[in-house]
């Protein structure tokens, strides 16, 4: 069989016609291109993870954290939240970080129950790609409130501190207040996707 026919009659022609109608209904207008690209990238996510225990809720939404100079740590940031896990302290969870420009990030939500490492490695083999500093997540609680999690249900953050990976838990209390905690990456614990927590990392390449 030629590449020909493989291309008109096979897998990949199939997957090729499709591609030619998307980028013919992009040109003509009548299917918006920031929203084409949201959803072939949750495709590939889905093909190359082979779960999908996320769903991107941000969309094309420009979401991004300032620059900042990575001094400022979580257990610090009285400022900000009304409650600190001291496990920030007991796990040596409080290492300042480096100096970060302006981060595109984007927001997901469970669909599926899920451990830490299943629900950030559906979007990465590398954990790194997805960590923030802990003056980056203090900047994206202060600029995106409103994309938290509400109703006392958690947003996941992905940092690295002496060499560790931790989650933060950024939760909004029923008064309002934020409260924050500190798992470790590899907590075998498995959160429910009823629950429709959030998980924000920066935006991949």
């Known amino acids: ?11 990949f022609g199939l997957v090729s016609r499709r591609c ?7 040109l003509e207008g009548t299917l918006n291109p920031n929203e084409v690209a949201d959803d072939l990238q949750l495709v590939m996510e889905r093909r ?12 094309s939404e420009n979401l991004t954290i300032d620059s900042v100079d990575g001094s400022e740590t979580l257990v610090e940031a009285n400022d900000v939240f009304a409650y600190i896990d001291p496990d920030f302290q007991n796990w040596k969870a409080d290492e300042t970080g480096v100096t970060t420009v302006e981060t595109s990030v984007r927001v997901y939500e469970m669909v599926k129950d ?5 629900m950030f490695g559906s979007l990465s083999e590398d954990a790194e790609k997805l960590c923030f500093t802990q003056a980056q997540i203090k900047g994206f609680v202060r600029k ?6 509400s109703d006392g249900y958690a947003t996941f953050f992905l ?37 429709l927590h959030r998980v924000v990392v920066p935006q991949l390449a």
């Open 114 to 118: 899920a451990t830490f490492a299943q």
């Open 159 to 195: 940092f690295r501190s002496h060499n560790h990976f931790f989650v933060a838990r950024v939760r909004v209390a029923s008064g309002g207040g934020l409260l924050v905690g500190v798992d470790r990456f590899e907590h075998s614990v498995v959160w429910h996707a009823g629950n």
């Open 48 to 59: 190359f993870s082979g779960q999908s225990f996320l769903r991107l809720i941000s969309g």
């Open 20 to 26: 030619w109608e998307i980028q013919r209904r992009v």
């Open 144 to 149: 995106h409130c409103q994309w938290l999690r």
């Open 1 to 11: 069989m030629t590449m020909q026919h493989i291309v008109a009659d096979g897998p």
